[in-house]
């Protein structure tokens, strides 16, 4: 079963948004712009920043 986790491979702050489009199997830039697009995201992406484990996983 696939976890949510922050990415260790694709990171621009975080790895949040990519960590969500690995779980999700989409676009990391699909994430991204609903990020920046969706009122009141940054303090979910505050939230998940601080309480998404690190992807230990080599790739």
Known sequence: MNKLTKSSKDR???GVCAGIADFFGI???IV???FIFTPGSLLIYIL???TLPENRSLY
């Open 12 to 14: 621009v702050l975080q």
């Open 32 to 34: 991204r712009l609903i």
């Open 48 to 50: 998940l920043a601080l």
């Open 27 to 29: 676009s990391p830039l």
